[in-house]
């Protein structure tokens, strides 16, 4: 049984990794939260309010809007996942797009293992 404890396993991330790999997860759970909001209200909330609160139909609609989100989101995850089958691995390695915006972490040790997970943020 080894425990790779003399070189034989993956160099253990350190405290600024790990911290940075929880911001980016913070900050993306925060934008896809502001994102679903934002979208799902301007699709099923009229602006000129009538009622203090939801009607049976705008329930809905946010529920279903909601679902839809999440569906979507678990099939680009799973799918970026399956591209990144041959991309060696890290820890809360930030994902940037041309900008030089993070929309996206890899999370993880060793993307051969299936252990990494990708998340993207639409902009």
């Not at 940075?20 to 502001?34: I, L, R, Y």
Request: charged share 30%; net charge neutral; hydrophobic share 35%.
């Amino acid at each position: 049984m080894s425990f790779g404890l003399f070189g034989g396993g993956r160099p253990q991330p350190s405290s600024a990794e790990k911290l940075a790999a929880a911001e980016a997860e913070v900050e993306m759970v925060s934008d896809m939260f502001n994102r679903l909001s934002e979208s799902c209200h301007k699709k099923c909330v009229p602006t000129d309010y009538r009622e203090g609160d939801l009607n049976k139909g705008e329930s809905v609609c946010l529920d279903r809007c909601a679902a839809k989100f999440f569906e979507v989101n678990i099939k680009v995850s799973e799918k970026m996942q399956s591209q990144a089958g041959g991309v060696g691995g890290g820890f809360g390695v930030p994902v940037k797009d041309g900008k030089n915006r993070v929309v996206g972490a890899m999370l993880g040790a060793d993307a051969g293992e299936g252990a990494d997970i990708w998340k993207e943020r639409k902009n």
